[in-house]
């Protein structure tokens, strides 16, 4: 049974992914349906809103498209940083295995939300399209590469966020509350481009921001994205995070597996 | 053969680092015999095993394992309350790279641990007796040189520790076990050498009788 360093890490990863999933879609009575209705029920939500100030379109875009687009672009983000955040706590019965390393669980997390993620802007799409509302990627590339990029962001958020909420029991509910606000000042519902010069600059400061207008930029031709967006900073960002995500992993490895 | 070099460890506790545990710990456990751990409640007996198993970092030192070891079994750690029996089994089997002979070992869990129905119930349904079983059938399943048991035997009923004590009869040859329990009996029936862990350090003795007769001179003390 002697097994390389990376088959182990490779079985972990696998049995963790199959064990997560498992957990997450079959948990409770019609998980999936409640796994898909909260980002649908609050995107309609937003879209009847928008419908009722009769705004057709928001920077020269379709309004439900342009919410969709942007809402779903922030809640890859969101589900991937809040599910992985709480991946170590809710993982601690199984360090009890020498093989099982907490890094993984939030690798793990990450992978399985990203893929609900994908599989929740399929179906909403679909049914928008019955709706009439028809989605048309101008530049696929550009919507793939922020796409990655959120997700990359949300991995770095939830590798430094786990270690973080672990250690300090204030970190948890501090990092919860940052995430409301943040989807107002990333433009998931919210023009950014409307913030006057002067102001905008700071609000682009949060590489959130970035992607979400970038996903939007590669779906219509026509959308005026803040001019200051840029896929370098988003990466960078996402760069730094994951390097101070596993930085702290690596550190604090004995402390969180003796929690 | 399990090497322990220097190994200290303490807790991180809220206020700050806690008291040493352990304190320069140097041990080699020889291949094939059974050892039991004999110390008062918290003299450190479940952070060695956890130290061995690997379920934990020593502070400073190294534990070497030039062999294949179980993880710790015990109270109820390593099973995940909302999966069932079969599931938190499949987990393991994964993680130990037995995926491909999958079936086989379930079988062997299912039929040692007696646990009927339950094997497919939420592990948070189970009585810790139920617990033990399924964890020590669980380990029982893989073919480890040592297995570390950290009172396992303890919770089950009669008919349970007969099995038991059986399985690890049966293991004698083949691996060897480093236990912890409260009683002498089950110690003496076991193990052959004993470690007595005595403020923060470990008194290695070739026989258990001589430890546990250690034991018994420092609390009548």
């Keep these: 049974m002697s097994r390389s360093a990376w088959r182990i890490t490779w079985s972990v990863w696998h049995a963790l992914l199959l064990r997560e999933a498992v957990a997450r879609m079959f948990s409770r009575r019609g998980a999936i349906i409640w796994l898909l209705m909260e980002p649908v029920s609050q995107i ?22 342009w ?32 093989q099982v390393r907490p890094v993984d669980t939030v690798l ?3 992978w399985l939300e990203g893929l609900v993620m994908l599989l929740t802007a399929v179906i909403v799409f679909a049914g928008e399209a019955l709706l009439g509302v028809h989605l048309q990627l101008e530049d696929p590339l550009l ?20 270690v973080a909420s672990e250690l300090i029991p204030e970190a948890k509910e501090i990092l919860n509350l940052a995430m409301m606000p943040l989807m107002v000042i990333s433009g998931a519902v919210f023009p950014l481009a409307a913030i006057p010069h002067g102001w905008r600059e700071w609000v682009m400061f949060n590489p959130i921001a970035h992607g979400v207008e970038a996903v939007r930029a590669g779906i219509s031709p026509y959308y005026h ?28 490895r004995s402390r969180l597996i003796s929690l | ?27 080699m456990i020889p291949k094939n015999t059974n050892v039991g751990l004999i110390g008062r409640n918290g003299a450190g007996k479940s952070t060695l095993l956890r130290l061995i198993g690997g379920a934990d970092q020593p502070t400073r030192g190294e534990v070497v394992r030039a062999c294949r070891v179980s993880w710790p079994m015990g109270f109820g750690g390593g099973l995940q309350g909302s999966l069932s029996g079969r599931q938190n089994a499949k987990f393991i089997c994964r993680i130990h790279g037995q995926q491909d002979n999958m079936g086989p070992i379930l079988d062997r869990i299912q039929t040692f641990a007696e646990i009927g ?56 040859g083949r691996s060897s076990l480093i236990m912890t329990s409260h009683s002498a009996t089950t110690l003496k029936q076991f193990c052959t050498a004993g ?9 290695w003795f070739d026989r258990i009788d001589d430890a546990l007769a250690a034991y018994q001179e420092s609390i009548s003390a």
Aim: hydrophobic share 50%.
């Design chain 2, 117 to 172: 129905r339950y094997f497919d119930e939420p592990v948070k349904t189970y009585s810790s007796g139920m617990k033990s079983r399924l964890q020590f059938a669980l380990s029982l399943a893989f073919d480890f040189d040592v297995y570390i048991s950290d009172e396992v035997t303890s919770t089950g009923d009669a008919a349970f520790q007969a099995k038991a004590a059986k399985a690890f009869k049966d293991l004698v």
């Design chain 2, 195 to 203: 470690i007595w862990l005595h403020e923060g350090q470990a008194h």
């Design chain 2, 1 to 27: 053969m399990i090497e322990l070099r220097n190994i200290y460890k303490r807790y991180q506790t809220d206020h700050g680092a806690g008291p040493w545990v352990l304190r320069d710990i140097q041990l």
């Design chain 1, 108 to 110: 793990v997390r990450s």
């Design chain 1, 225 to 252: 994205h803040a001019p200051e967006m840029s896929m370098g900073f988003l990466y960078a960002c996402t760069l730094v995070l994951i390097f101070l995500g596993l930085a702290l992993q690596a550190r604090f």
């Design chain 1, 67 to 98: 919410l969709t687009s942007g809402m779903l672009a922030f809640f890859l983000f969101r589900r991937v940083a809040t599910q992985g955040a709480a991946a170590i706590g809710a993982n601690l019965a199984l360090y009890t295995y020498r």
């Design chain 1, 143 to 162: 919507v793939l590469n922020a796409i990655l990029g959120l997700w990359l962001l949300g991995l770095g958020w939830g590798l430094a966020a786990s």
């Design chain 1, 44 to 65: 309609g939500f937003m879209v009847a809103m928008f419908g009722l100030i009769r705004a057709t379109h928001v920077g020269g875009m379709d309004t439900a498209l």
